[in-house]
């Protein structure tokens, strides 16, 4: 029954809202206790031949047989009685052969002295067993030697494999069940509605670039005409002393018109004939921009033609690649090739962060009302760990634990720090930092160790986001006492930290502050070995580099720095989308970037409704994300598959594969 945790969590979420609080713990009470294993089949095998016989747990698997009963009595098959029934008594002679092979006749005696009188009382000739715990060589004796042989066991295993199989399909679903096959079924016609949209919108991209095309095929053919027509006149009506100088003067004008070359300008592209007749002046001025501009500005660029009016304008952004190459502004990065894209419309405010788990299967996204939501995107996946958390305050930070998906880390804006079970569903600690840092702005568990490392902060009056942020305190705490093992030191009054990274063996903290430095730290020594300025703002994100010989730092007015570890200080690669960072946003909300498995794309929060993805240290253009409804407020990729995921201050959470 695949579908019955959800169904379960429907029930739970039901009664929270009801504020049924005494059903809820009376039904996660049984749920706790359940001894039919959500008519799991395997799981019903393993309890009954892998647990109750072989620990010799006769009460608990004669009540597991009898609960099984219960279930069936209403059922109009008889068959299906009578065939439990035979299974039953095989099972139990075989609980009592195991115990004789184990050497263990007393489980044997005790098992007749608690169910003997039952056992008469239903016939099936029991009789001759009684008489098993003094018998020699049972497995010999010709009446039981067939119980003890391994063909038996096995057949008696796949009997009830195949009969529980048989039950649990052909059991009537109650309509609560169903609607977890309604919703599966309504999100592949919805992935197959966005493939097909996804379809017809190239589609239409390439009739419309056909079209275009026919067009301007059409316009040169009809000014090679007429240019063609000019020169006869010209050559018909020039005195003959200017002959030579005149066609020399219109053979040049037409390679300007026809020639396929483009003239660059800053990036973008214009045909030649938009600027044919220009005076030298202007275009000695393009040129100069061109030459002197090398580095990422935004510009706008003006074009008009003489006596039409025609205004030429673009936004770009890095115009240069770090070989010299002209770059595309994001407005001219094409859209991400969808595979498919899930929407998650959970939340009832802006989201404020998002994490898949360490496998990828899960995800957590917090919103600003303080609930963070534990969910699935793939129906493939059981929905067993899908939890709504109440937290209470602002949820500012969020972290899984690194080796599993079994714990995920809560920061909250109250000195909150919540370690829920997601098997479990509980809170199983809350700890809390000093009052005077109640902002948990980020967590980072260690790839090795069962540590973490808090970043809190304290606050103070600001207009934007980072502007509130006071002072900063770095704490190292133990995940199997749940108690602050240091204090890690960063000076006197130092700058909130924003954003932590931990390389691959847990060896070394990376941490970003407010004031522009990037901090890093030998976590088996706890003291800081190295930090330069690495921004004139603050710094919101920080990651390592996929092979860990760069690190990538986000400044709060949108300057994308790749640092190399090996010559400190030196840039290897830039982006600036400080166009994308509005100041509105800012106040809200602390932009974050995220790397892929691959660590050649990197994805970046926006103001806007797309986020970009660069390619880093790349020659090909970049991309765009589909956009949300309002600003894109936080992003995460999947560990290990080209998937990521997507907040925004719309509500909503997307994730996105590519192609």
């Given amino acids: 029954m695949e579908n019955m945790h959800y169904a379960e969590e429907l029930v739970r979420e039901f009664l929270v809202f009801r504020g049924f609080t005494n059903t809820l713990q009376a039904f996660e009470t049984e749920l706790s206790t359940d001894i039919g294993k959500a008519f799991q089949v395997d799981e019903i095998l393993n309890l009954i031949f892998s647990v109750y016989i072989p620990k010799f747990q006769a009460e608990k698997l004669v009540g597991l047989l009898s609960f099984f009963k219960q279930c069936f009595s209403s059922s109009s098959e008889t068959i299906i009685i009578a065939t439990l029934s035979k299974l039953e008594v095989s099972i139990l002679c075989y609980y009592i052969v195991y115990a004789m092979q184990s050497g263990r006749k007393d489980k044997v005696v005790e098992f007749f002295g608690m169910k003997g009188n039952d056992l008469l009382q239903r016939g099936n000739d029991w009789s001759p067993w009684f008489a098993l715990p003094y018998v020699k060589n049972p497995s010999l004796d010709p009446q039981f030697r067939i119980f003890f042989s391994k063909e038996w066991y096995e057949a008696l295993r796949l009997s009830v494999r195949n009969f529980f199989n048989e039950i649990f399909n052909g059991t009537r679903i109650p309509t609560l069940l169903k609607l977890s096959s309604e919703k599966n079924t309504v999100n592949q016609l919805k992935k197959d509605i966005e493939h097909l949209n996804l379809k017809l919108s190239q589609l239409q991209a390439k009739l419309e670039e056909k079209e275009a095309q026919l067009c301007r095929s059409r316009s040169d053919r009809g000014n090679s005409a007429s240019m063609m027509n000019a020169i006869g006149r010209t050559n018909s009506s020039t005195p003959s002393s200017s002959v030579h100088e005149e066609n020399l003067h219109l053979c040049t004008s037409i390679q300007e018109i026809c020639a396929p070359a483009t003239l660059h300008l800053g990036g973008v ?41 025609t205004t030429i304008q673009t936004f770009h952004d890095g115009p240069f690649t770090d070989n010299g190459q002209e770059m595309q502004g994001e407005e001219e990065f094409s859209e991400v090739k969808v595979e498919f894209q899930e929407t998650f419309l959970g939340h009832t405010s802006p989201i404020s962060r998002c994490r898949f788990s360490a496998s990828g299967n899960n995800i957590a996204s917090a919103s600003e009302d303080g609930t963070v939501r534990i969910w699935t995107y793939d129906s493939s996946i059981p929905a067993s760990r899908n939890a709504t958390i109440y937290c209470g305050a602002e949820v500012m930070s969020l972290d899984w634990e690194c080796k599993s998906d079994r714990l995920l880390l809560i920061g909250t804006a109250d000195g909150g720090i919540k370690a829920w079970n997601v098997d479990a569903k509980r809170v199983v600690c809350d700890l809390h930092t000093t009052e005077s840092y109640p902002s948990v702005l980020d967590l980072k568990c260690s790839p090795v160790e069962p540590i973490f490392v808090s970043a809190a902060a304290s606050r103070r009056q600001g207009e934007s986001y980072i502007d509130t942020l006071g002072f900063a305190s770095l704490t190292v705490w133990n995940m199997k006492t749940w108690k602050a093992m240091t204090v890690l030191p960063l000076g006197e009054d130092p700058p909130a930290i924003t954003s932590l990274c931990f390389n691959h063996n847990g060896k070394v903290l990376a941490a970003s502050a407010t004031d522009g430095m990037i901090h890093m730290f030998d976590m088996s020594a ?4 190295t930090g330069w300025p690495a921004h004139d703002s603050a710094i919101s994100s920080i990651l390592f580099g996929q092979d860990e010989t760069s690190i990538f730092s986000l400044g709060s007015d949108g300057k994308i720095c790749e640092w190399s570890l090996q010559s400190q200080g030196q840039v290897l690669w830039s982006r600036n989308c400080g166009r994308l960072f509005d100041s509105q946003t800012s106040k809200h909300f602390r932009h974050e970037m995220a790397l892929d498995a691959t660590g050649r794309r990197l994805l970046v929060t926006s103001g806007s409704v797309r986020a970009p993805i660069y390619q880093v240290r790349g020659h090909t253009n970049g991309s765009k994300t589909l956009p949300h409804g309002a600003a894109i407020t936080t992003v995460d990729w999947h560990p290990t598959l080209p998937i990521f995921v997507t907040g925004s201050a719309d509500h909503s959470v997307r994730v996105t594969s590519t192609l």
């Avoid at 030649?272 to 000695?284: F, W």
């Fill in 526 to 529: 706890g003291l800081q070995i």
């Fill in 269 to 309: 592209r214009m045909d030649k004939e938009l600027v044919v007749g220009r005076p030298a002046k202007t275009l000695s001025a393009f040129t100069s921009y061109e030459l002197e501009h090398d580095s990422s500005i935004d510009s706008v660029l003006h074009v008009e033609e003489s006596g039409t009016g």
